[in-house]
């Protein structure tokens, strides 16, 4: 059975920023600690942003796996799709949307659902996917802290717009 990960922050940089960081899958091996390897091999422009298969491998405790996945970057609705090509998993999916909040921040939506092939590897990865799912978030963030300014409000109520938001997505 595929596990399901869901999870919706704010970051105070700007949608455009955020999205470019998101997109930049070349740079993940620096700052994600589970991605060891990363190379694009293919890009394609599309109508909307561009199409890149990436070649990564992973490593968690001591499992180590490589896989190919379709990247499709929509700039213009700033949104982020992630689809299994070959590799360990049964099935991978990862969806990012980066909205705008009206303080200039970042509203970042982000799931992830996947399977991995190999029951041991599912098992493993299912006790821990709340704690891997976390690293990688908070090392997106920490990585948008290091290169981009800060905007918006520390402290702000944005429930209302994101609610409204909510109605649109």
């Known amino acids: ?40 091999t293919k890009t394609k422009k599309t109508k909307t942003g561009r199409l890149l298969t990436a070649e990564a491998v992973a490593r968690y405790k001591m499992v180590s796996e490589k896989f190919v996945t379709d990247v499709t970057l929509n700039d213009d609705a700033r949104t982020i799709q992630v689809a299994l090509i070959k ?17 200039g921040s970042s509203l970042v ?16 990865l299912k006790a821990n996917k709340d704690r891997a799912i976390n690293l990688i ?10 290169l981009y300014p800060l905007v918006g409000e520390d402290k702000i109520d944005l429930s209302a717009e994101i609610k409204t938001l909510d109605g649109i997505a």
């Open 87 to 103: 590799g360990p998993f049964r099935s991978l999916v990862n969806n990012w949307k980066i909205y705008e909040l009206s303080d």
């Open 1 to 40: 059975m595929a596990s399901q990960v869901t999870e919706r922050l704010r970051i105070r940089h700007s949608p455009d920023d955020v999205y470019a960081l998101i997109g930049d899958v070349e740079s993940y091996p620096r700052f994600i600690n589970l991605i060891r390897a990363l190379r694009v």
């Open 137 to 146: 978030i908070r090392a997106f963030e920490a990585e948008a802290d290091r």
């Open 109 to 124: 939506d982000f799931d992830i659902t996947f399977e991995f092939s190999n029951p041991m590897l599912n098992m493993l």
